[in-house]
């Protein structure tokens, strides 16, 4: 267990908490989710707690950066002196492999769908005033279309409550210093195919290749002949698309990156990954203009830099696609209803 010191116990005592678990999602949705309860916290007057066990995609048996139990503490220092072990008075063995179910109480987000067949009888027990969670927070930057006005807001968070590792720190000026340094440079964010799913189906927009990105990146060139173009991607056959178009000038960061078709945090999953995204992400920001779509990697780095000029290929190429897609969508709904009318004659 540890120790607290006085003032930080009677607080705990004399305050809510917030306990922010992890789900089987990517980095920076976790991310964002541990931003939202902290915005609450802070509203609320609330101690935040940040605890990613053995269930987040992100977790290692071994530990890194120094740390073993808590993969948030893999990148950055805690959000509040208080711990797990300290909110639950158990030992952080038992806390590290429970599932979110464990919870006497808890609010549960089923997104993505998780199966747990473990101990449902909720035998840790949550104190009153406590206040456990891995939903995604009621304040959040958007999705389909940033909040702008709230960039500003999450940008004063991280400038305040988020202390990333100077390890990883390290590694983002070394690279800064070796490629930006004295360069215009364009920022790209592109998912690949493994995101279609989820554009077509959350957001109801075709998936946008590679081809849409690069036009992007062409009209901004006209404007930085000369810029670099720093290009983070999951998909390699992205990279190899973009380097066989700009050559020299494509800069990226040396990252694991998919086949085509997947998403690398459930391909791959582990410590490294999500260095290496976060690393991206902030490089990201410190691009003179970035060019994106929808993703929470992208709209980390517009947070990073709240004064940042973007554009989101989704708003700005997706709406003639949009209505194709609307328009096949209808389509296959009443089909499917044909079909299901016919069969029901064919068996009269």
Not at 29 to 50: K, M, N, R, S, T
Not at 124 to 129: E, K, Q
Not at 136 to 164: C, M, N, T, V
Not at 205 to 223: F, G, I, N
Request: aromatic share 12%; charged share 25%.
């Amino acid at each position: 267990m540890t120790s607290l010191n006085e003032a930080t116990i009677v607080e705990a005592q004399n305050k809510g908490i917030i306990v922010c678990l992890s789900r089987r999602v990517g980095f920076f949705a976790l991310f964002f989710q541990v931003l939202g309860h902290i915005y609450q916290a802070e509203q609320e007057d609330l101690i935040p707690v940040v605890f990613f066990g053995s269930s987040c995609l992100y977790w290692s048996e071994q530990g890194y950066n120094g740390h073993q139990d808590n993969a948030w503490e893999y990148y950055f220092e805690p959000v509040s002196e208080l711990t797990i072990e300290d909110v639950f008075n158990l030992p952080l063995d038992r806390l590290k492999h429970a599932s979110i179910y464990e919870y006497s109480k808890a609010d549960i987000t089923h997104n993505p769908p998780e199966q747990y067949t473990g101990n449902l009888q909720g035998s840790i027990s949550v104190p009153p005033n406590v206040k456990v969670t891995n939903c995604w927070s009621a304040f959040d930057p958007g999705q389909e279309e940033i909040h702008e006005d709230r960039r500003a807001i999450f940008y004063d968070l991280i400038k305040r409550r988020i202390q990333i590792k100077p390890s990883i720190l390290n590694k983002i000026d070394d690279f800064y210093q070796s490629y930006f340094t004295d360069n215009t440079v364009i920022g790209v964010h592109m998912r690949g195919t493994e995101r279609s799913v989820e554009v077509t189906g959350w957001y109801l927009k075709p998936h946008l290749d590679e081809r849409t990105y690069m036009r992007a990146v062409d009209r901004a060139l006209k404007q930085f002949p000369d810029a670099k173009i720093f290009l983070a991607t999951d998909t390699q056959t992205s990279v190899d698309k973009f380097r066989s178009r700009y050559g020299d000038r494509l800069l990226t960061y040396d990252s694991t990156r998919s086949d085509e078709g997947n998403s690398p945090h459930l391909q791959f999953g582990g410590a490294v990954l999500g260095e290496q995204v976060l690393i991206e992400s902030i490089l990201l920001s410190k691009t003179n203009f970035l060019i994106h779509g929808i993703s929470n990697v992208a709209f980390a780095a517009l947070c990073f830099n709240p004064t940042l000029s973007h554009l989101n290929v989704y708003l700005k190429y997706g709406k003639a696609g949009e209505i194709k897609l609307r328009v096949n969508q209808k389509l296959q709904k009443v089909l499917k209803k044909i079909k299901r009318r016919l069969n029901t004659l064919v068996k009269k």
